[in-house]
């Protein structure tokens, strides 16, 4: 079971400013444990996040994102008490959704 | 073997002669230390650490919402500025971990010699890093605040004091060969001079942190082992009274300081 996101949303002059933490391991594949043997790709391939239902950002991710990633990004419109969406899902599929109101 | 004795020569070396063109300011730690402590991952142990606290576990399946970190049961806000401190139902000076570890035995059942036996990021212990996390973040920017009146605070703060500066190993070294210089760096981590009371409170309130390099939560005393490994000497007990010593004696000089708590590294 994946682990929640940190997820702040606040809303200012017309423009809310959303930042995620996320918790993944974000393991490229390219890596051998110690005894040699590759430790397996996984890592998140695809997120979305909502401003009540409306899509605001669809991001693909890959590989060279850290591990826990961080994202801040910025949408025009939102207001205080309105939802903020933020789902990801990896390549085993896996995924995980949290949602914030707007501050 | 001998690789590991160059090597901590190099180190050494560096330490002594780090030239002046690359001082830690130039480097400018501070910078990029904001730009990350904007996400700084640490929120989601403290995450975790939250849920912990609440949650029942253990042998009699108990909550640790009965744990007194020196302020009250429950009470967390502030709890980790002013600690190690001494605990008069234990007859100890106990600092963060020691305290949660002697809560989760007492009130879980969860034995102590679980996670003084087990390994950092690893089972119990990992859970006691991600309790620090919790209770530390409720003290951000406080000042530290250690209670050094009672004759064991100051037993422990005067033995860690003697361990500072207390030279073995391999090498010779004793944590002052390290840190009791200003502006010294080693690779591309400036060392704080532990001497004085600003780089004491540097370097106690900067911890338990997130290593950016290697994405893992470190408490204190990952981050005092790993100095005695630095030191190339013997490795100390989890929780023993050495290192909550040491823990006393930079706490206590850091006094009046503003904490960072958790921090972010490189």
């Known amino acids: 079971m994946a682990n929640p996101m940190r997820i702040r949303a606040a809303a200012k002059e017309g423009v809310t400013e959303v930042r995620v933490l996320m918790s993944h391991v974000m393991e490229t594949g390219q890596r051998k444990d110690s005894s040699g043997a590759a430790i397996p790709a996984h890592f998140i391939t695809e997120l979305v996040a909502k401003h009540n239902d409306k899509v605001v950002l669809n991001a693909q991710f890959g590989p060279s994102v850290s591990t826990n990633p961080y994202l801040a990004f910025k949408f025009n419109g939102g207001a205080k008490g309105d939802k903020v969406t933020v789902s990801w899902t990896d390549n085993k599929g896996e995924s995980r959704t949290d949602e914030v109101q707007v501050a | ?266």
């Open chain 2, 1 to 266: 073997m001998r690789q590991k004795i160059i090597a901590a020569a190099i180190a050494a070396a560096a330490v002594v002669a780090a030239p002046q063109a690359l001082a830690s300011e130039e480097l400018n730690f501070d910078a990029y230390r904001q730009m990350l402590a904007d996400g700084n991952p640490a929120e989601l142990f403290e995450m975790e650490g939250e849920e912990l606290w609440t949650t029942a576990r253990g042998p009699k399946n108990a909550t640790l919402e009965k744990c007194d970190l020196g302020l009250g049961a429950n009470v967390v806000v502030g709890a980790a500025a002013q600690m190690p401190r001494y605990f008069a139902d234990t007859d100890k000076v106990q600092d963060l971990e020691s305290r949660l570890m002697h809560c989760m035995d007492a009130l879980q059942g969860i034995p102590s010699a679980e996670i003084i036996n087990g390994s950092f990021l690893k089972g119990e212990r990992a859970k006691v890093a991600a309790l620090v996390a919790y209770v530390v973040g409720q003290s951000k920017g406080k000042p530290i605040q250690v209670d050094l009146a009672h004759p064991k605070m100051k037993e422990m703060y005067a033995m860690g004091e003697k361990t500072f500066y207390y030279r073995t190993g391999a090498m010779d070294f004793a944590c002052s060969s390290c840190h009791s210089q200003d502006g010294k760096r080693i690779r591309a981590t400036s060392l704080p001079n532990i001497t004085t009371s600003k780089g004491a409170a540097e370097g106690w309130g900067s911890w338990p942190a997130y290593r950016v390099s290697n994405s893992q939560f470190w408490t204190m005393q990952h981050r005092l082992w790993d100095c005695f490994r630095q030191q190339r000497t013997a490795e100390p007990v989890f929780g023993s009274d050495v290192t909550i010593a040491l823990s006393t004696f930079m706490a206590g000089k850091g006094n009046g300081h503003e904490a960072v708590w958790p921090g972010v590294k490189r």
